[in-house]
């Protein structure tokens, strides 16, 4: 299975906590979707023959593209390349960009997901984090989705915000569940260095919940969201049965990608296990397309041990864990048998168990994921 990205690095306006590569921008720029298109055709050219089952646009904001834009994007990229049948079509929504116009325009593109970054239903909470929109807004925009047809629409939650509580968290959930969303992300807020919200922290003008009350929010979250009928299959992620997120699976699975636009990553089998990362300025990105080049910044071939590594960090997020047949026709040995010691040392803490099918962690594991991974770094 293969997956493919595309990034729109542009947003209203970049929250607090933000540190991902994108630009404050009320409408993507005419040049920047011109040079995306052209990336589109020279890497449908280079690379024939892939057959991609999910297709992930995110950013940044897509959702300030307008009905007319994302069509063109989308029929470009289907030109390029082999998508599946029923693949899996997302697009990233913040609230307060959609209308009912736009997102019926999405939907008769071909867009079949949508994933709506909420983070709180509590207005005093976005507002502290920088959000740009109100929970009516998101209502609003849910609703217009389900008018439009959309069936499948994933919700994004962030707990550990400043001046949450445990019973904030669980005000959210529990509104956000009564619109029956498929799928639901749950991440604890991570303070990134060199954003506003790490500023203020570090200045003491905005204070973090305690770790005590972030782990509360966690488990509490994680028993009414289970609860509730949302079956938890990644350390963040909860689905509806047959809802899980086609796209991410393919990269906890460490399979292959191939990322277009603005600082985009991909990773591929390409006489070995290659990754490569695009252009992070936009001058750079348009000039090497304007001269007919793809606008790879760095790539590297990755060695078979770290290539396994990473089929183990990755896979270990998953309930289901490492698949071992997967594993021994990708690498011709058995992860237990790479990891003898590790795998040992995790099974006696009762943090993983081993089946014949899989190597996955437990309940206990999951919540010490990176302590569990050191294991298999020493190994």
Known sequence: MAGLYVHIPFCVRKCAYCDFLSFPCQEPPAE???????????AGRLFPGQRYETLFIGGGTPSLLTGQAMAKLLEALAGAFTLGEGAEVTVECNPGTVDGEKLAAYHAAGVNRLSFGLQSANDRLLQAIGRIHTFRQFLDGFLLAQQAGFTNINVD???????????DYLDTIQKVTALAPTHISAYSLILEPETPLYDQVRAGTVALPEEDRVWEMQ???????EALGYRRYEISNYARPTFQCRHNLNYWENGAYLGLGLGAHSAMALGGWR????????????????????????????????EM??????????????????????????????????VEALVALDWACVSPDS???TAAGLDMENSALLYFMED
């Not at 920047?32 to 020279?42: K, M």
């Not at 488990?219 to 969201?225: K, P, Q």
């Not at 490492?322 to 990891?339: H, K, M, P």
């Open 219 to 225: 488990e509490a979250g994680r028993a009414a969201l």
């Open 359 to 361: 190597l996955r962690l």
């Open 309 to 342: 590594f990473e089929c183990v960090m990755l896979g270990l997020r998953m309930l289901k864990g490492v698949d071992r047949a997967a594993f021994l026709a990708r690498f011709g040995q058995d992860v237990c048998s790479v990891y003898p010691e590790a």
């Open 157 to 167: 939650l962030m707990y550990g915000l400043p001046g949450q509580h445990v019973v």
């Open 32 to 42: 920047y979707l011109e040079a995306l298109l052209q990336e589109i055709r020279l």
């Open 275 to 306: 990754r490569w990362n695009n252009a992070t300025a936009l001058d750079a990105y348009y000039a090497a397309l304007k001269a007919g080049a793809l606008p790879i910044e760095t790539q590297e071939k990755i060695p078979q041990k770290e």
